[in-house]
């Protein structure tokens, strides 16, 4: 017999809502806000997810060269791109690509490593426009560092979707919301949904107390648990004290993407674009990279 738990859940609170920080450029194509890995959203309090850069709207203007970033490698962790506005175009070392429409989510598991780049995709780049984008690191356990590359080209036609009863919707990108799942496989639990509640109303999210959980204000401005006004661009963590939390939206056409994964409880070693346990696995990933174990990309 399973016992019937009645322990009421109980409500998580704002920890802090962060201002986006000063934007950088990422190449020439990506003007970003680089949420953390930064002061109190350290590295270890945002586990499993690692760093957050949040292009904010930004207006291209056409041009034929195309915008972007040129060959880099990654090792030790997934990069997830969130295509709001603007298309981007990817190739990589081992001969893959493709492009992340408006609305698709890239998942690309770095695992061992590769080299990519990462450009404004090229009818778009020669067109200009408004640029509005997300890029997720988010960290892979130690058995699972060095784990064959591979995409999840996440079209926005396979998200899952819940109606919620006073409007608007949960579009689900990985892990599941009233029984509804995303199509993302995940290392370990991670929860990714972009939350849409018609203006005035709000929706209960609920996730394990001990989940890293966050909301990031992509369009308009919104109440979280009914007191802490979280604004456009900003970021909001909740605490570790509960469960469940309720986000409202105060504007028309809000969206909210809302992050929650269950911490990878593991040393960490960075060092620009690898994610490791330990300096000697650093130590490797650059060896490996100036030796060529990652392929080669023009
Ligand atoms: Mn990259």
Same mark, same amino acid.
């Given at each position: 017999m399973t016992a019937i738990s009645t322990k009421a859940k109980e409500m998580r609170k704002v920890e802090r809502i962060v201002a986006p920080p000063a934007a950088h450029w990422v190449g020439d194509g990506f003007h970003v806000? $680089? *949420? *953390?890995?930064n002061g109190p959203l350290s590295a270890k309090r945002m586990s499993p997810f690692f760093l957050l850069d949040y292009n904010a709207k930004t207006e291209f203007p056409p041009r034929e060269e195309p915008f972007g970033v040129g060959p880099h490698p990654h090792r030790g962790f997934e990069t997830v791109t969130i295509a709001y506005k603007g298309k981007v175009e990817h190739h990589d070392s081992h001969g893959g690509g493709g492009v992340i429409e408006e609305g698709d989510v890239q998942w690309m598991t770095a695992g061992s490593g590769l080299l990519h780049k990462e450009f404004h995709e090229s009818e778009y780049n020669r067109k200009g426009g408004v640029f509005h984008m997300v890029q997720l690191w988010v960290n892979l356990p130690a058995k699972d560092k060095m784990t064959a590359p591979k995409y999840? !080209?996440? !079209?926005? $036609? !396979?998200m899952g979707r819940v109606a919620l009863p006073t409007g608007g919707e949960v579009e689900i990108i990985a892990g599941e919301f009233e029984g509804v799942k995303g199509p993302a496989t995940t290392f370990t639990p991670v929860n990714m949904f972009n939350v849409r509640p018609s203006k005035g109303t709000s929706v209960e999210l609920e996730f394990p107390s001990n989940y890293t959980t966050l909301v990031l204000a992509i369009e308009g401005s919104g109440r979280i648990n009914g007191v802490d006004e979280l604004k456009h661009d900003h970021l909001a963590l909740l605490d570790k004290g509960g469960e469940r939390f309720t986000l409202e939206a105060t504007d028309d056409n809000a969206t909210f993407l809302v992050l929650s994964g269950e911490p990878i409880d593991e040393p960490i070693a960075a060092y620009g674009p690898f994610l490791m346990n330990t300096q000697a696995e650093l130590a490797q990933a650059i060896e490996d990279f100036n030796s060529g174990k990652f392929g080669y990309l023009d």
């Open positions: 806000h $680089g *949420f *953390f890995p999840q !080209a996440l !079209a926005n $036609g !396979a």
